[in-house]
């Protein structure tokens, strides 16, 4: 009989979302008659994914150990344009920095990843785009299974997009086509629900100036994402709030599964070796960890069919690095006994470098309107609280670009490979917006401003998680290693010079007055030495990094799990999550983490002789 929890040890699922279960916060008041045929690592954007599909299945119980606390109730993470205030330095990031960075003059740069139940899908700027078709035929390739290719995944895209009417409810014909999305999904995707017709105006113009260099693309989720065209987010058009994986996947309808179990503030240490399979593999099926409140106390719970690690691009390496899988060089070292020497666990790591650049604008119609207007931003609130209508219902951009090196610039590849997936995927993005995205710079308050931020998206650069020390609660030691190869830097460049072209339109001639320097007196209004310097001075990442735990072909000499994403030299383990992917997509990934998920609970469910 299901022992009920006691009080105090549960959240009640706050008035604003009615109708939600529980979720535990001591492992104590989990009913623990249950059986935990899966036990699931992190309760990110895949692994509530798959704990969803899974418990589609009566007859399967499921246990999420998620690190993070609760998303209820935490307002950042609802209201799209706060995504800024849920990171860095809050309850809801895991607060990571990076070693310092020779290509960017030894600085360590802040490295957001989501601490919070959603994961990362609770702390993004919720961008939702699916690459381009070659990305993940480049996947099939790699892996040699042709279920990672694009036609593949199509099934799984269309049971994870729920589209939805924009908060304001305007004509969007030409902003999507409407044949490539879909009703039927779980998580909630629009377009943007606010217009700032002064900029969005002159950004569509610009592409018709422009069309050779900056054409429009009406739907970059359609496989042929070059161009710019409108951003779509994943964000409830109805309600004007955030859709992560945690709202939708753990939504009123799902919790409420007796066979779901989650719990919170449970932050795992290692894996735990239960037994030994037929085939002489160590059997992974343990898991030891705390409660992050009270860590002097350790758990461990077993699964008896699976366990999957999706504790992230981050934490996975390190968690399988702490329970003995890994670089047995790596792991001797800090005396960690060696269960399985991989040294392809936690390298590999993929990620694109931004830089933000920003001109002074003639409008007093941006985001720093609010920003320096407390009655405004009051007001602005309350009209998100009650309507969910009004600015804060999107995030910062209403416009992407996906853009490439034109092969007329000559010689600009020399002797590197072109990085991108094939000659229809982008090398850079622009993300554009109407203001100044707070933090960014310190800038004056009394300005208005416009931003063009770039990144790399075909990066050639790769880096490493490797453990810091044995302390399974101490950091890891992340390296994205960006411009490592000075292509990427190259693309960098051109792509600020290609921003600077775009805003030479004639759309802009009463908009835009000159460019912000950035920190130091460098600038990119200066020749190509300043240039490179004012980009070593501000690249961050856009916090998008994958393949630590890369896929690779059955029976290969490298990669960390099989197609399958079952891993490498142990039984009953798999990783589920954007890890996995052996090159960071043209894209922002968040989509790529969703299609992990409900592929994994496909071949799962197959696996287990079911539908």
């Given amino acids: 009989m299901m022992r009920a929890p006691s009080f105090g040890s549960i959240i009640l699922w706050a008035l604003v979302v009615p109708a939600r279960g529980i979720v535990y916060t001591c492992f104590e008041d989990v009913p623990q008659s249950s059986h935990f045929d899966f036990v699931i690592v992190g309760g990110g954007t895949a692994g509530n994914t798959l704990a969803n599909r899974l418990t589609e299945n009566p007859h399967l119980n499921v246990l999420i150990l998620e690190a993070g606390p609760s998303n209820e109730g935490v307002i950042d993470s609802m209201v799209p344009f706060f995504a800024n205030r849920v990171f860095p330095f809050t309850p809801w990031d895991w607060n990571y920095t990076t070693i310092p960075q020779e290509m960017l003059n030894n600085r360590s740069i802040i490295y957001p990843r989501g601490h919070i139940l959603g994961g990362s899908s609770s702390v993004n700027f919720m961008a939702y785009t699916r690459g381009s078709s070659e990305d993940w035929d480049r996947y099939a390739s790699i892996s040699q299974d042709q279920d990672w290719n694009w036609d593949s995944i199509q099934e799984y895209i269309r049971k994870n997009e729920k589209w939805t009417e924009p908060a304001d409810h305007h004509d969007i014909t030409g902003q999507f086509d409407p044949k490539f999305h879909t009703t039927?999904?779980?998580?909630?995707v629009s377009l943007p629900g606010f217009l700032w017709e002064n900029a969005d105006e002159r950004i569509i113009q610009t592409t018709k100036d422009f069309a050779d260099e900056f054409p429009f693309n009406e739907d970059m989720n359609s496989g042929s994402h070059l161009g710019i065209g409108w951003v779509q987010n994943t964000i409830d058009g109805s309600t004007g709030r955030r859709s992560s994986s945690a709202t939708s996947y753990l939504g009123p309808h799902f919790i409420s599964r007796r066979n779901l179990n989650v719990l919170v503030n449970a932050r795992a240490t290692r894996l735990v070796k239960t037994g030994t399979s037929r085939d002489g593999k160590p059997e992974m099926l343990g898991v030891e960890f705390i409660n992050v409140n009270t860590p002097e106390k350790s758990f461990t719970v077993r699964a008896h069919k699976e366990l999957i690690l999706s504790a992230g691009t981050i934490n996975t390496p390190h968690i399988l690095q702490l329970s003995g899988i890994g670089d047995r060089h790596l792991l001797?070292?800090?005396?960690?006994?060696?269960?399985?020497?991989?040294?392809?666990?936690?390298?590999?790591?993929?990620?694109?470098?931004?830089?933000?650049?920003?001109?002074?604008?003639?409008?007093?119609?941006?985001?720093?309107?609010?920003?320096?207007?407390?009655?405004?931003?009051?007001?602005?609130?309350?009209?998100?609280?009650?309507?969910?209508?009004?600015?804060?219902?999107?995030?910062?951009?209403?416009?992407l670009g996906w853009l490439r090196v034109p092969a007329s610039v000559a010689d600009f590849w020399g002797n590197v490979e072109d990085p991108a997936a094939g000659n229809n995927t982008a090398h850079y993005e622009f993300i554009l917006c109407n203001g100044a995205i707070?933090?960014?710079?310190?800038?004056?308050?009394?300005?208005?401003?416009?931003?063009?931020?770039?990144?790399v998206v075909s990066p050639v650069s790769r880096g490493s998680v490797v453990l810091n020390t044995s302390n399974p609660l101490a950091a890891p030691l992340i390296d994205p290693g960006f411009y490592n190869e000075e292509v990427d830097l190259k693309v960098m460049k051109f792509a600020i010079r290609s921003a600077?072209?775009?805003?030479?339109?004639?759309?802009?001639?009463?908009?835009?007055?000159?460019?912000?320097?950035?920190?130091?007196?460098?600038?990119?209004?200066?020749?190509?030495?300043?240039?490179?310097?004012?980009?070593?001075?501000?690249?961050?990442?856009?916090?998008?990094?994958?393949?630590?735990?890369?896929?690779?072909?059955?029976?290969?000499?490298?990669?960390?799990?099989?197609?399958?994403?079952?891993?490498?030299?142990?039984?009953?383990?798999?990783?589920v999550d954007l890890s996995v992917l052996p090159i960071v997509p043209a894209a922002h990934p968040q989509l790529a983490a969703y299609v992990i998920g409900e592929r994994a609970g496909d071949v799962i469910k197959k696996a287990l002789g079911g539908n």
């Fill in 184 to 188: 039927g999904g779980v998580n909630s």
């Fill in 332 to 399: 001797s070292s800090m005396k960690i006994p060696v269960l399985v020497d991989n040294p392809s666990v936690g390298r590999n790591l993929s990620d694109h470098p931004i830089v933000p650049n920003i001109w002074r604008a003639n409008s007093n119609n941006t985001f720093q309107a609010a920003q320096r207007n407390a009655t405004l931003a009051s007001e602005q609130f309350q009209e998100w609280h009650t309507s969910g209508k009004g600015p804060l219902v999107d995030e910062y951009a209403n416009h």
């Fill in 438 to 455: 707070p933090g960014a710079f310190t800038l004056p308050s009394s300005d208005n401003y416009f931003s063009i931020f770039t990144a």
């Fill in 500 to 575: 600077q072209r775009f805003l030479s339109g004639p759309a802009w001639s009463e908009y835009i007055i000159s460019a912000v320097d950035g920190q130091g007196d460098t600038t990119i209004a200066g020749d190509d030495s300043q240039l490179e310097q004012y980009v070593r001075e501000n690249t961050a990442t856009i916090f998008h990094p994958t393949g630590t735990s890369s896929m690779s072909p059955v029976g290969a000499g490298w990669g960390v799990v099989d197609p399958d994403l079952k891993v490498k030299g142990v039984a009953g383990l798999r990783i």
